[in-house]
């Protein structure tokens, strides 16, 4: 029930790597279906930096998730306020990121659903709204809404034994990584510094980052980072007889 895409993604892959290339809009007729829906997908490496110890990436790491986290959280509450607010033109707006376990590499999505005659202005205040934060950052009494949220998020969670055990199974798997690029087995006191190093970012230090990832500058060059408008792909699933405009 679907048309085939005009072009192929432009997606490039090395191994396990891979990248957006340049900017792409495809529509997908769909023949029942009377609404519209637009999918804009972004790629984020982490890990994108190179010289430091594996536990100095471990943390700068957590500190480019939490980043992440607090940015796209705050670009959703901002698309909702002028999509659905402002211009009344959708219902809600969904924003995740995800990606597979120890995995350097992040998927970023904003989802939603319109009128197909909508779906050419809706895409130019996307675009407008992530240059804004390109350049302003977002807006603060967003940005202190989402971490006071993230900071009451993570002190629950340490008080839960799930939250625990999945620092465990992280730990052995990142050790177990470590190992291997170092081709070597450490000592015991080496591993036993390894799971403290781990039980810190769980804890306190996951709270301490927040705090830094939280701020104006880092925000604003996480925008510019991660949500590179030049290399995303979007795709917009349409009415058989609409014809959205690029």
């Given at each position: ?93 969904t924003s995740d990121w995800s990606r597979g376990s120890l995995s350097p590499l992040a ?140």
């Amino acid at each position: 029930n679907t048309s085939t895409l005009s072009s192929p993604l432009p997606f490039t892959s090395v191994g396990t790597n891979f990248s957006i290339t340049h900017r792409q809009i495809e529509a997908v007729h769909l023949r029942q279906d009377d609404k519209a829906s637009s999918l804009m997908v972004f790629r984020a490496n982490t890990r994108d930096y190179g010289g430091e110890s594996e536990w100095v990436e471990e943390e700068n790491d957590l500190f480019n998730i939490l980043s992440l986290d607090i940015a796209f959280r705050s670009l959703q509450s901002a698309l909702l306020d002028s999509l659905r607010i402002d211009m009344g033109k959708v219902y809600s707006v969904t924003s995740d990121w995800s990606r597979g376990s120890l995995s350097p590499l992040a998927l970023i999505s904003i989802g939603l659903h319109c009128h197909p005659k909508d779906l050419t202005q809706i895409t130019s205040e996307i675009e407008r709204c992530i240059q804004v934060h390109h350049t302003d950052g977002p807006n603060p009494d967003i940005v202190k809404g989402t971490t006071e949220a993230l900071i009451t998020k993570q002190k629950n969670a340490l008080k839960c034994p799930s939250h625990w055990l999945f620092w465990i199974l992280d730990s052995y798997k990142s050790y177990k990584v470590h190992e291997w690029k170092e081709k070597s087995r450490h000592s015991l006191v080496e591993s036993s510094r390894w799971v403290q190093h781990f039980a810190y970012l769980r804890s306190e230090g996951k709270l301490n980052l927040i705090s830094k990832a939280m701020t104006s500058d880092n925000l604003t060059a996480t925008y510019q980072r991660y949500f590179d408008i030049s290399k995303s792909v979007q795709i917009l699933l349409c009415p058989s007889d609409s014809t959205p405009a690029a």
